[in-house]
């Protein structure tokens, strides 16, 4: 595509570039870089051709100046509506049109680039709307004097925490909370592997994903995929949890509902409360779930 654009440009100016001079590209009145036209040059054709590797990793250091994430609306610890926030990014097709007709024009040239509004995905109208009508809730409980394991299931449930799950979407446990890392905070901790304890970095993590089954499963989703430990665990009841591994299991649902479903989660002490809220409007069939025990056996309360 970029060879027979700058063909059709480069025919159409029929003209030599001065390839000394510059390309001052600009954002918001401020200087992103300043480039050459002598770099662009697709040797040895001389200057009527744009090397086009060199001006996609140009619009890649642009688009990394000017990227701008979108946030969500979230709640915070208080129950308050958080307003969402815009992101932004480079609109790359404009920029490079742009950088095309400036490359084969005359004199020092200054692009103030094209952005493209990022939306978030959650805004304030949507939660308002969904964080009215409590449809499901399941708590379970750990040992708080485990430091490694609390951590791990205090950050996993901040990952789940405030996220929208919407009509006909299937949620992916291992894609929301994202690969548990040392980077990221989590610790070694105990683990079960075929069928015995190990020890390895966010062990604890699956009494999360097993609280959180329990929830939704009570809210009547549809289960799609869920795997139990290869030995009993004692945070739920017998088949009621919910195994996960980065590089294995996953626990996935899909919200079957005609609304959204919002996921608050929630550690408090040594008890884990993750709660299914929704819109005034839902219609859901409850299932009747064994809650879970309230006191952990002395010989695996670190698991």
């Known amino acids: 595509m970029y060879f027979f654009l700058s063909i059709f440009l480069s025919l159409q100016f029929m003209q030599p570039v001065n390839l000394s001079e510059k390309i001052l590209i600009t954002h918001e009145g401020e200087e992103i870089k300043t480039v050459n036209r002598s770099d662009f040059q697709l040797h040895p054709i001389a200057n009527y051709l744009i090397d086009k590797q060199k001006l996609i990793e ?151 994903s097993s609280t959180l089954f329990n929830a939704v499963d009570r809210a009547g989703v549809k289960i799609i995929e869920r795997y139990s430990h290869s030995r009993q665990v004692p945070y739920v009841p017998p088949n009621r949890d919910a195994t996960v591994s980065w590089y294995g299991p996953d626990f996935t649902f899909k919200n079957q509902h005609n609304q959204p479903l919002l996921i608050r989660s929630k550690v408090i002490g040594g008890r884990l409360v993750i709660t299914i809220f929704s819109s005034d409007v839902i219609e859901t069939t409850k299932k009747n779930i064994p809650s879970a025990p309230q006191k952990l056996p002395k010989e695996v309360v670190d698991m």
């Open 58 to 208: 140009l619009t890649e250091y642009v688009n990394s100046k000017v990227y701008k994430a979108p946030i969500d609306a979230y709640l915070n610890e208080q129950n308050q509506l958080i307003s969402e926030e815009k992101g932004s990014k480079l609109n790359q097709e404009k920029f490079k049109m742009k950088f095309y007709q400036s490359f084969f024009s005359n004199g020092s040239v200054t692009i103030n680039i094209p952005i493209q509004t990022l939306y978030p995905r959650v805004d304030s109208e949507l939660l308002s709307s969904i964080k009215t009508k409590q449809i499901s809730y399941y708590i379970t409980y750990f040992n708080s004097r485990n430091k490694q394991r609390s951590q791990n299931i205090q950050l996993a449930s901040e990952a789940i925490n405030n996220h929208v799950v919407f009509p006909g979407e299937i949620f992916s446990f291992n894609s929301v909370v994202g690969n548990r890392t040392v980077e990221k905070g989590y610790l070694p901790a105990p683990i079960i592997v075929k069928g015995e304890l190990s020890e390895g970095v966010g062990g604890g993590i699956c009494q999360v």
